[in-house]
């Protein structure tokens, strides 16, 4: 019965920040056992994962992105959240919030696994 929601700005500017929050429902960000996640998905394209924050509030990030994003929490808010700097185009996408059992790297879909956020779509333009 866990519920996420994503929430933030559609419209992103070329070189800056894309903000995000994903607000939680029914579950606890320091919850044990769960991969909190950011997941995208552009344009005709598969899933790439972002990031993931744990119980402890330790960050991970996937290496290609590792240089631009930042994902912390708020526990008395129940959220988590995204910051992706220095966008560009090709950072327009569907992006997702997760919790996961398994590494978002080894998700190839929202079927597989795991409560999703409905997607909020970011749009990167000048």
């Known amino acids: 019965q866990v519920q996420l929601q994503e929430s933030g700005p559609g419209l992103v500017k070329p070189s800056q920040t894309l903000a995000l929050t994903c607000t939680v429902s029914g579950g606890s960000v320091i919850t044990n056992d769960y991969y909190w996640s950011w997941i995208r998905q552009p344009p005709g394209k598969g899933l790439e994962w972002i990031g993931f924050?744990?119980?402890?509030?330790?960050?991970y990030y996937n290496p290609p992105l590792e240089s631009r994003t930042s994902i912390a929490r708020d526990t008395a808010k129940n959220q988590f959240t995204l910051q992706l700097r220095a966008v560009t185009p090709e950072d327009t996408a569907v992006y997702y919030c997760?919790?996961?059992?398994?590494?978002?790297?080894?998700?190839?879909?929202?079927?597989?696994?795991?409560?999703w956020g409905q997607g909020t779509q970011v749009t990167v333009s000048p």
């Open positions: 997760a919790r996961l059992r398994d590494h978002p790297g080894t998700v190839m879909g929202r079927g597989d696994s795991g409560s």
């Open positions: 924050i744990r119980y402890s509030g330790s960050s």
